[in-house]
């Protein structure tokens, strides 16, 4: 059964013209994305069922947001020149 749904897979990717490493890499962004994102917005919502002082979480967003800053400014070149790579 397994041999089949790999050729199943290969006879696809073959009728689209999709190169298996490019498949691969789609799969290595989208992974990446998911949990880019995750990591991002749970915090957003452990502090919102945690604590439900609008204060509190406007210090948080704020404290959050500036302290994100530097490692976006050193780690945007490195990840631009990822992305662009062909």
Not at 21 to 36: A, C, H, K, P, V
Request: hydrophobic share 55%; proline share 3%.
């Amino acid at each position: 059964m397994c041999i089949k749904a790999i050729n199943t897979l290969l006879i696809f990717l073959n009728f689209f013209n999709i190169i298996k490493e490019m498949l691969d890499m789609g799969w290595q962004f989208t992974i990446i994305s998911f949990l880019r994102f995750l990591l991002a917005e749970v915090e957003k919502l452990v502090l919102i069922n945690i604590n439900r002082d609008p204060a509190v979480s406007a210090e948080f967003s704020l404290v959050s947001n500036i302290c994100s800053l530097l490692p976006r400014y050193i780690y945007n070149p490195i990840e631009v020149s990822q992305f662009k790579r062909i």
